[in-house]
């Protein structure tokens, strides 16, 4: 098990202005930040990256809306870390997350829910390595 995992503050969450108040959250529950990097993704490098999705009906409005603005990605360190960081940001329904998780406070709905967080060690790697070369880790 890793003790880091990679998250993206999405475009809605960063145009809303609550980045800042994300970043406090993360940070008081104990996440130590690796490597932050302020970014627009082109719809290019928004479809790379989800391109898991691509059969999936919501893909081009999802790949839209992750290119429509600014995002803040992120690599956290914390014993535990995937599972520690997907409990914080609560479920990608802000109706069912629960109180005081990111999404409760910050999303707007399934589609702009404020926060992206890997869901396992091995695709925390892969996205954390999308965004931040060897330099640009501590």
Known sequence: MSNRT????KPDAWSNGHAGA???QIIKAGFKVISLKLTQLSPERAGE??????????????VEFMSSGPIIAAILEKEGAVAGFRQLIGATNPAQAEEGTIRKRFAESIGRNAIHGSDSDDNAKIESDFFFSGLERF
């Open 49 to 62: 990256f989800y391109a898991v999705h691509k059969e999936r009906p919501f893909y081009g409005e999802l």
């Open 22 to 24: 994300i970043l406090d």
């Open 6 to 9: 990679f998250t993206m503050i």
